[in-house]
């Protein structure tokens, strides 16, 4: 998904306010200027999507557990039924643990 120009300059505007230099160089994976701040170079915009997919992914993470403790508080009594709603939480725990080693790759 590509950013606006209004959301680049949203993203690079405090950052210059807040001392970080615009360098002559782009970032080899969206173009953007490159910025310089306290000795680090980094791309603004690519730190911006990196940080709003982290968001994602916890959102769907806690939609993930809240659903989870639904089930685990509505354990039916008949045995083909509970098997069903074990089966349905072992895949949501898979998926937890799933979305888990994604974020710690990042
Ligand atoms: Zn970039």
Do not use: W
Not at 1 to 29: F, N, V, Y
Not at 80 to 86: A, T
């Amino acid at each position: 998904m590509a950013l606006s120009d209004k959301e680049i300059r949203e993203i690079i505007t405090p950052l210059l306010l807040s001392g970080a230099k615009m360098l002559d160089k782009h970032c080899p994976r969206c173009g953007s200027p490159l910025f310089e701040l306290n000795g680090k170079v980094f791309c603004p915009i690519c730190e911006h999507r990196k940080r709003e997919e982290r968001v994602e992914l916890k959102s769907i993470e806690e939609s993930l557990i809240g659903k989870l403790r639904l089930l685990a508080n509505q354990l039916p009594d008949d045995i083909e039924e509970l098997k069903k709603h074990l089966e349905v939480m072992g895949m949501i725990v898979e998926l937890l643990e799933k979305y888990k080693k994604m974020e710690e790759i990042k």
